[in-house]
């Protein structure tokens, strides 16, 4: 980008003329433009603004209105217009579009700078950015973030109120005109729970999983297991510099809030960041048993309904469905044994140190490359049919909603890496074809009313199953 064409979009934002600045950087966007750092964090910022707020509200435009005693009230059409720094609806709208353009357009690693960097002392410098613009202060928030996941959450970007504008020494001078900035709280809101994406942060939720799933299929073709290493990058490594990644509590309450929705497009936004964060489960670089129990753990505190919702949207994939019978068994297994996780945060295992601290740095940046993350295959392992049906049949005679509804995904799990594993179980043959495990579906099954539906579905699938 050369020094005039960014010249010209820092005046449109500095002038807050948003849409305007937008409108140059996708004119300009193509395979071989890189933008700086500094205007796709800008960018960000407008695309995460809060829209204005309800009616019952004042506007922005509204704040500070001119005292009736001062100027003449025979001169009203001379009284200075109010200026608001403030990005439209339109503006950001515009600049949510144009970051998914960019993501489509732009490689992966270009556009992860400007995202918070967890816990990193190599931080890039901020390009000389001058701060001219009230979007280019405010934007910083963004930079200095915990994690990527924490610029969606309701509330991270505050509104801007904007006070009587004066100028300089009575002095004109472009983008400097006054304006405070504080935290809009709105009423009756300071006591509730934020959500941890907010309404009009979905499609930068978007933009984040498009990124990070182009990363994994530039990358997934090294022989490794397919996965993202920029997510990588965004789950803090651990404070001692040493072991494994783990903490994932941020990227798995979006996944479960979004599941939670009643919109198919939030819901879906939901399973595909969590096939993202199964890949990333599965690298030597992460703690695979720790991600497993922050699962665990949430299914167990989960309604039945976002039980089954959750479960039902994985991935028909080898990886996503050998997760999902680990959680499965997990949960039953809990279940069985009469004990439930803790609802407090799992604590990390003691681990040997794997490297010394003055390497720390230097493996995490080769994170990011598609060798350095290579696939454990004793994370997880197909179990045999002894181990399915024992689970689907115990639990004590104690069943629930929830539970059934993991006896039922763990037996379609079971059956589908069955049916593409190379060498298939002959005790799961034998038993689909002899009748036994429709016996005991309808045994497990049929016992409860609300379980009837499933227990007719199921039976169908052994059926089929049995001529496969």
């Not at 200095?144 to 100028?167: N, T």
């Not at 959750?310 to 279940?335: I, N, V």
Request: charged share 25%; glycine share 4%.
């Amino acid at each position: 980008m050369t020094r005039n064409q960014r010249g010209l979009v820092e005046t449109c934002f500095e002038e807050g003329q948003y849409e305007s600045g937008i409108a140059v950087l996708e004119q300009l966007r193509s395979e071989n433009f890189k933008p700086p750092v500094s205007l796709v964090r800008q960018l960000f910022y407008i695309a995460l603004y809060p829209p204005p707020p309800s009616l019952d509200h004042v506007e922005e435009r509204d704040l500070n209105p001119a005292s009736p005693s001062k100027g003449s009230p025979t001169k009203p059409k001379h009284q200075a217009p109010k200026m608001t720094f403030a990005p439209s609806v339109n503006a950001s709208e515009a600049a949510q579009r144009l970051l998914l353009s960019f993501v489509r357009t732009n490689t992966p690693a270009s556009l992860f700078q400007a995202l918070p960097q967890p816990r990193r002392s190599n931080e890039l410098p901020f390009e000389g950015d001058d701060h001219d613009s009230v979007v280019a202060k405010e934007s910083l928030c963004i930079k200095d973030a915990k994690h990527c996941w924490a610029i969606l959450k309701e509330g991270f970007v505050p509104r801007i109120r904007v006070s009587q504008p004066s100028l300089l020494a009575g002095k004109k001078k472009r983008g400097k005109l006054i304006a405070d900035t504080e935290e809009y709280v709105e009423e009756n809101r300071s006591n509730s729970v934020l959500a941890p994406v907010a309404e009009y942060a979905c499609l930068v939720l978007l933009w984040l999983v498009e990124l990070f799933q182009r990363d994994e299929s530039l990358t997934s073709g090294d022989g490794s297991v397919k996965h993202s290493p920029l997510l990588l990058l965004q789950i803090p490594p651990p404070r001692s510099g040493t072991g494994l990644r783990w903490e994932a509590d941020a990227p798995l309450d979006i996944v479960f809030y979004c599941v939670s929705q009643s919109q198919p497009q939030r819901r879906q936004l939901g399973f595909e960041l969590m096939a993202l964060l199964i890949g990333i489960s599965l690298t030597a670089e992460f703690d695979f048993n720790m991600f497993l129990e922050q699962v665990t753990s949430r299914l167990h505190s989960a309604s039945p309904e976002i039980v089954q919702t959750f479960l039902s949207g994985f991935h028909l994939s080898q990886s996503s469905q050998l997760f999902k019978l680990a959680l499965c068994r997990k949960f039953l297994s809990d279940e069985s044994g009469g004990r439930k996780p803790s609802s407090r945060r799992p604590k990390p295992q003691a681990r040997a140190v794997r490297a010394a601290r003055g390497t720390a740095l230097a493996r995490e940046e080769n994170l990011s490359s598609s060798s350095a993350a290579s696939f454990s295959t004793s994370k997880i392992s197909m179990p045999p049919t002894s181990d399915i049906i024992h689970l689907l049949t115990g639990s004590d005679g104690r069943t629930s909603p929830a539970i059934l509804t993991v006896k039922k995904e763990l037996l379609i799990s079971y059956a589908y890496l069955q049916q593409i594993a190379e060498r298939r179980d002959a005790e799961w043959q034998q038993i689909a074809t002899d009748g036994r495990l429709e016996a005991q579906v309808n045994s497990v099954f049929g016992g409860e009313s609300y379980a009837q539906q499933d227990r007719d579905a199921l039976i169908n699938l052994v059926r089929v199953w049995a001529m496969n």
